[in-house]
């Protein structure tokens, strides 16, 4: 079989802020496809400047194309194109540096190329490219080994380059380079795929790195000819796929990967050349309009894009020149604005990055291994206590039903241990925390005003919470706080 080679492989993955837990430091790890390492980097999550640790870059396989981080941040693993095979490193959450953990690196299918977690962070997959499948894991939630599972692995199209997850992990989908076509899977409860009936679904020639909307109704596919963006809509039921109406979406040059901003509201496309396209997303119908001073430059060969899970910054990766390009995203309008600190230098030919918070363990408070999902109920506003803050925020969300739980950030904790109190109805939890920093706190108790379990798309609603942080049982404020909407899990 001779390996189609249209694309360098390349890769921009970039993850989120950890659910439920501390927010540590934000660090960013680049994969350097011709350095064979991984460069580290602290991230300012204000300006969305990039700094580099101490003792980056860190040792990885051959040709590395591919980063993905778990949900809790606790493991980074690498695709290793050349020597198929994933490295699998820990994370430092108070310096950053990586270590390979016991048994990396893992053994995948031949040229693993793209690589991908669940959502729910049990299960890794890679899309090998020469073997026409894909390889699927386990992950272990205290070591982060990797076990394969059962059946794996599981036959795709020609040569697929990328798997897609929806937001609910329910779905994935695989991009086939060589036969122009998106496979869709079924992801069963123990990790296994089930090809969905009507599989695989035509596209554009080498379709690569896609994207699925944050409502989970739509999968966005670049393909190069004919150039454009091909859109689906998702069959919630079923996992089937749909052409959207006027798909394939004008793209410039020869569009790699699309990326979305967490709302839902805007996509961008990296055009292979020195372009990233924006384009405003129609909530009901998936259809694609540009936006306003759409395209904007982007280094000598921008291939992949990615953007932050706070919608606020948008990064590029610029293969030929060595170098990271970050933008800000107005939230209103999707204009990119290039960050004063950018471009950052990166190794040779970078091509992924992994943006993550690791959930830092302070004072036996948190167990970042053991997961557990809070129900939303009924809540009632607090009275004031002259040592409490009982504060209202008022949050929307624009993404998707979300069974919670919401969260605030809080600004600047002091150092030194610190108690970090919360009362809400049916719920009273006090975390410990030693290190100074910025903290999710979980406001679990949750009444919608349409729906009993969800917050609904474009729904505003307004929630009291109270908390209380005391310093050797003294009051203590942080600088100042702000409203986070996060899904998924609460380590606890």
């Not at 894009?305 to 990064?315: N, P, V």
């Not at 917050?455 to 049982?473: I, K, N, R, W």
């Amino acid at each position: 079989m001779t390996l189609t080679t249209s694309r360098a492989a390349r890769l921009l993955a970039f993850l989120g802020v950890a659910t439920g837990a501390a927010v540590a430091q934000p660090f960013a790890y680049v994969t350097n496809e011709l350095s064979n390492n991984v460069s580290g980097y602290t991230v300012d999550s204000d300006t969305g400047a990039l700094t580099e640790v101490a003792g980056s870059p860190f040792p990885a396989g051959n040709y590395p194309t591919s980063a993905k981080a778990t949900p809790s941040g606790k493991f980074v693993y690498v695709a290793n194109y050349h020597d198929n095979n994933i490295s699998a490193y820990s994370l430092n959450g108070t310096n950053g540096a990586l270590k390979p953990i016991a048994g990396s690196p893992f053994a995948t299918g031949s040229y693993p190329y793209g690589v991908n977690i669940s959502p729910s962070g049990k299960f890794l997959y890679t899309a090998n490219a020469l073997d026409d499948n894909i390889s699927a894991f386990s992950i272990d939630g205290v070591t982060g080994a990797l076990t394969p599972i059962a059946g794996s692995p599981f036959a795709a199209g020609s040569q697929p380059l990328w798997v897609a997850f929806t937001p609910s992990g329910k779905y994935l989908y695989a991009s086939n380079s060589e036969d122009y076509s998106v496979s869709a899977f079924a992801v069963n409860a123990d990790g296994s795929l089930t090809p969905v009936p009507g599989s695989p679904y035509a596209s554009g020639y080498y379709p690569f790195v896609s994207a699925v909307s944050p409502s989970g109704k739509f999968l966005y596919v670049p393909a190069e000819g004919p150039s454009g963006i091909y859109a689906y809509s998702i069959n919630n039921a079923t996992g089937a796929l749909t052409p959207v109406s006027g798909s394939p979406f004008v793209a410039g040059g020869t569009p790699a990967a699309v990326a979305i901003t967490p709302s839902g509201h805007f996509l961008y496309a990296a055009d292979n050349d020195a372009n990233v396209y924006g384009y405003r997303i129609n909530a009901i119908t998936g259809a694609l309009t540009p936006i306003s001073g759409s395209p904007f430059a982007a280094g000598i060969n921008t291939f992949f894009i990615a953007i932050s899970s706070s919608g606020q910054f948008l990064y590029a990766a610029d293969n030929y020149g060595g170098q990271i390009f970050g933008y800000s995203i107005n939230a209103s309008t999707g204009k990119l604005t290039p960050l004063a600190s950018s471009p950052s230098t990166a190794g040779s030919y970078p091509d992924s990055i992994a943006l993550v918070n690791p959930a830092v363990k302070s004072c036996g408070a948190l167990d970042v291994s053991a997961e557990a999902t809070l129900t939303p109920g009924p809540y009632t506003r607090q009275s004031r206590t002259s040592d409490l803050w009982n504060e209202t925020l008022t949050i929307t969300n624009g993404v998707t039903p979300i069974p919670g739980p919401l969260s605030v950030v809080l600004l600047g904790l002091p150092s030194s241990t610190t108690t970090l109190s919360g009362t809400y109805p049916g719920l009273t939890t006090t975390y410990c925390y030693s290190v100074a920093g910025d903290y999710v706190v979980p406001i679990d108790a949750l009444l919608p005003p349409v729906n009993d379990d969800t917050l609904l798309p474009g729904e505003v609603l307004s929630v009291p919470f109270v908390f209380q942080a005391t310093q050797g049982g003294a009051p203590v404020k942080p600088t100042g706080y702000k409203a986070k909407l996060i899904s998924g899990t609460l380590n606890k």
